[in-house]
């Protein structure tokens, strides 16, 4: 499904912002991807301690609820 949202290009000359959009566009399937937990990471960010969960998707960081709600919503599809 990927290589044909990218349209023949490499993966590593997508842009971040290129790759939001792809995101959006091309939402992970709620029956293939179980819970948003299967998506974040636990990654404390000594920088700004307030970051605490990491989405292995796009690499958004934020809380545990923060991060729950970006991956249900961005790429879950679940409101």
Do not use: F
């Amino acid at each position: 499904m990927i290589s044909k949202a990218l349209g023949g290009s490499k993966l590593d000359d997508i842009t971040p912002n290129q790759m939001k959009t792809l995101v959006k566009r091309h939402p992970i399937s709620p029956e293939l991807s179980g819970k948003w937990e299967d998506h974040a990471i636990y990654n404390p960010d000594p920088r700004n301690p307030k970051n605490e969960y990491q989405c292995n998707i796009c690499q958004y960081s934020a809380k545990k609820q923060l991060i729950a709600r970006h991956i249900n919503g961005t790429h879950l599809g679940i409101k």
